[in-house]
């Protein structure tokens, strides 16, 4: 019996894929902004975190959360914003 491949695109690198990063660089010198994070958007970032899915996938994922809130991840600038929040959230919580 033989076994179908229905996924014929490799898991390290979905399909269609590129090689340039979505998250482009800043270059802004704009003050940081003020993220929406509760306890359900923390979790799911540690569940994410977990799994070690790509920068880009964690991405989506998260900015489906902060899309209601009028927010989202677009820039390197905006990521390592957003991971600073999430340490400062850890800290004021006693999380870490």
């Known amino acids: ?38 306890h359900r958007l923390y979790g799911t970032y540690q569940k994410l975190r977990a799994c070690q899915p790509s920068v880009l996938l964690m991405v989506k994922a998260l900015n489906v959360l902060l899309a209601p809130h009028g927010q989202t991840i677009e820039t390197c600038f905006d990521l390592e914003d957003f991971i600073d929040a999430i340490d400062e959230f850890e800290r004021v919580e006693g999380l870490s």
Do not use: E
């Not at 229905?6 to 003020?34: C, D, E, W, Y």
């Open 1 to 38: 019996m033989s076994h179908s491949n229905r996924f014929p695109h490799r898991i390290t690198k979905p399909f269609g894929a590129s090689n340039v990063s979505p998250l482009q660089p800043s270059g802004s010198t704009t003050m940081n902004r003020t993220w929406c994070i509760d």
